[in-house]
């Protein structure tokens, strides 16, 4: 009796069933509506506004993955996986010296970052032509001189996208020479909450109201700068056809290992640093970089990429950002796994967070020895401040391998209370999801490092 060899589905074929539906994820297709979901975390109320949320008595937030899994806000159960040793070559050798780390193991740590989860920033990004477009020589209550600068991308390749970066600029009006400046990611047209790019403009920004950490770093003898990411890309999953990704694919879906918009929004930062290091206000060697909850994200990962920022606060980061994507706590990988966020890789470790080749702890770890702060909030536990701690902890070694001082203590702090001693700084304030608090201590930290031309300290205000 003759068998005929059986056939593999052609790749034709396979797409065909994918598009009919005929071929699906078993386990997606099975889940129940969250609200009849029988592994739905008890006594969970139904946010009226956003029915796919949920919040328990003390007000945290659940929702749950395309995986099938629901938020965990148990400690006891959020650490799985170990970390991986972030001095340890990928051929199983230790790394005793600082040559090593950054000839070999730093190298090796940005090359999975890049592949495995914010994607490749392409070498070949268009020329930018930058203007002053506004200056204000009364801005601040008449303290310093403002400017709003447009940085205008080449688009000859692909005229249907139209990246910009805008950047405004505040710097003390009578400053011996060129001062530190902080500069803070901000949403913009595009941006999370904001009309999207391209939309019409409401006119020129506004001073920042009293509480603004613009008034402390003026204070200080600092500048205060702003960057808007939304004109760089919009934060939506359907504008990666247009902003400066959409450019460089000429409108084409990305490939998996394209960059995502966190990635995209670095690019702009570092391009803002390419014009500031020609400013004759501001000294580019003592440049800053803040930014909160995604944004935080992306200060983090503009620190790591581009050694030009000397100093960065990282807020409220959670995943993608400080918070170990290892943890089973808070906002996790499966949150964020398809997101415009990442790259297409970052999709396979949904579901298996061990395998992921790189965690947090050596994002921050890429930093070295230049200091960072992180922070969290006893009213933010999605973006899990205890583990962006415990990211800070096991980034220590790599501090001390290269002569710096790590946090300084194992033990998480306690309400309000900061962490300054090392070039790691951490501080745990009592409240929500936000930045704010945490700015009186940044400075005062960034004060060993930036060197204040004022005679004030921070505490003073």
Same mark, same amino acid.
């Given at each position: 009796?003759?068998?005929?060899?059986?056939?593999?589905?052609?790749?034709?074929?396979?797409?065909?069933?994918?598009?009919?539906?005929?071929?699906?994820?078993?386990?997606?297709?099975?889940?129940?509506?969250?609200?009849?979901?029988?592994?739905?975390?008890? =006594? &969970?109320?139904?946010?009226?506004?956003?029915?796919?949320?949920?919040?328990?008595?003390?007000?945290?937030?659940?929702?749950?993955?395309?995986?099938?899994?629901?938020?965990?806000?148990?400690?006891?159960?959020?650490?799985?996986?170990?970390?991986?040793?972030?001095?340890?070559?990928?051929?199983?050798?230790?790394?005793?010296?600082?040559?090593?780390?950054?000839?070999?193991?730093?190298?090796?740590?940005?090359?999975?970052?890049?592949?495995?989860?914010?994607?490749? +920033?392409?070498?070949?990004?268009?020329? +930018?032509?930058?203007?002053?477009?506004?200056?204000?020589?009364?801005?601040? !209550?008449?303290?310093?001189?403002?400017?709003?600068?447009?940085?205008?991308?080449?688009?000859?390749?692909?005229?249907?996208?139209?990246?910009?970066?805008?950047?405004?600029?505040?710097?003390?009006?009578?400053?011996?020479?060129?001062?530190?400046?902080?500069?803070?990611?901000?949403?913009?047209?595009?941006?999370? @909450?904001?009309?999207?790019?391209?939309?019409?403009?409401?006119?020129? *920004?506004?001073?920042?109201?009293?509480?603004?950490?613009?008034?402390?770093?003026?204070? &200080?003898?600092?500048?205060? !700068? #702003?960057?808007?990411?939304?004109?760089?890309?919009?934060?939506?999953?359907?504008?990666?056809? #247009?902003?400066?990704?959409?450019?460089?694919?000429?409108?084409?879906?990305?490939? *998996?290992?394209?960059?995502?918009?966190?990635?995209?929004?670095?690019?702009?930062?570092?391009?803002?640093?390419?014009?500031?290091?020609?400013?004759?206000?501001?000294?580019?060697?003592?440049?800053?970089?803040?930014?909160?909850?995604?944004?935080?994200?992306?200060?983090?990962?503009?620190?790591?990429?581009?050694?030009?920022?000397?100093?960065?606060?990282?807020?409220?980061?959670? /995943?993608? =950002?400080?918070?170990?994507?290892?943890?089973?706590?808070? /906002?996790?990988?499966?949150?964020?796994?398809?997101?415009?966020?990442?790259?297409?890789?970052?999709?396979?470790?949904?579901?298996?967070?061990?395998?992921?080749?790189?965690?947090?702890?050596?994002?921050?770890?890429?930093?070295?020895?230049?200091? +960072?702060?992180?922070?969290? @909030?006893?009213?933010?536990?999605?973006?899990?401040?205890?583990?962006?701690? &415990?990211?800070?902890?096991?980034?220590?070694?790599?501090?001390?391998?290269?002569?710096?001082?790590?946090?300084?203590?194992?033990?998480?702090?306690?309400?309000?209370?900061?962490?300054?001693?090392?070039?790691?700084?951490?501080?745990?304030?009592? !409240?929500?999801?936000?930045?704010? &608090?945490?700015?009186?201590?940044?400075?005062?930290?960034?004060?060993?490092?930036?060197?204040? *031309?004022?005679?004030?300290?921070?505490?003073?205000?």
């Amino acid at each position: 009796m003759n068998h005929r060899p059986t056939r593999t589905p052609s790749l034709r074929v396979l797409l065909l069933l994918l598009l009919t539906g005929l071929l699906t994820r078993p386990a997606a297709a099975q889940l129940p509506p969250p609200a009849d979901d029988p592994n739905r975390p008890p =006594g &969970l109320i139904q946010n009226s506004t956003r029915p796919n949320n949920w919040t328990d008595a003390q007000g945290h937030s659940y929702v749950r993955s395309g995986k099938g899994s629901w938020t965990s806000y148990d400690d006891a159960k959020a650490n799985p996986f170990p970390l991986p040793d972030p001095l340890l070559l990928k051929n199983g050798q230790p790394v005793k010296d600082a040559d090593t780390w950054w000839n070999q193991r730093r190298p090796e740590i940005l090359v999975d970052f890049r592949t495995a989860i914010y994607g490749h +920033i392409p070498a070949n990004t268009p020329a +930018i032509t930058w203007s002053v477009t506004f200056t204000d020589t009364n801005a601040a !209550g008449g303290t310093a001189l403002k400017r709003t600068v447009t940085g205008i991308v080449d688009n000859s390749r692909y005229p249907a996208a139209k990246p910009r970066i805008n950047l405004t600029l505040y710097t003390p009006l009578h400053a011996a020479g060129r001062v530190p400046m902080i500069m803070v990611v901000i949403p913009g047209p595009g941006g999370y @909450g904001a009309p999207r790019a391209g939309a019409a403009q409401t006119g020129l *920004p506004a001073d920042p109201p009293s509480g603004s950490p613009l008034y402390q770093l003026l204070a &200080l003898g600092w500048g205060y !700068g #702003t960057m808007e990411v939304g004109p760089i890309q919009n934060d939506y999953s359907g504008g990666l056809t #247009t902003g400066i990704i959409g450019l460089m694919t000429q409108g084409r879906p990305r490939q *998996p290992g394209d960059w995502g918009v966190l990635a995209a929004w670095t690019w702009g930062l570092s391009r803002s640093l390419d014009y500031l290091a020609n400013d004759p206000c501001i000294d580019a060697h003592r440049m800053g970089v803040e930014g909160h909850s995604r944004y935080g994200k992306t200060a983090l990962l503009a620190a790591a990429l581009d050694p030009r920022w000397a100093i960065v606060y990282a807020s409220c980061s959670g /995943e993608l =950002g400080a918070k170990p994507s290892r943890r089973n706590y808070g /906002e996790t990988v499966d949150n964020d796994a398809s997101s415009h966020w990442v790259d297409g890789n970052f999709r396979q470790y949904a579901g298996h967070w061990d395998k992921l080749p790189v965690d947090s702890h050596e994002l921050i770890a890429l930093v070295a020895p230049r200091p +960072i702060f992180l922070n969290g @909030g006893t009213g933010d536990q999605w973006a899990d401040p205890h583990g962006a701690f &415990l990211a800070a902890v096991a980034a220590g070694p790599v501090y001390q391998l290269l002569g710096a001082h790590d946090l300084g203590s194992t033990n998480m702090p306690a309400p309000n209370e900061a962490l300054l001693t090392g070039d790691i700084a951490f501080r745990y304030h009592a !409240g929500p999801h936000t930045d704010a &608090l945490d700015w009186p201590a940044f400075l005062q930290f960034a004060q060993r490092y930036l060197k204040s *031309p004022a005679k004030k300290s921070i505490e003073q205000y």
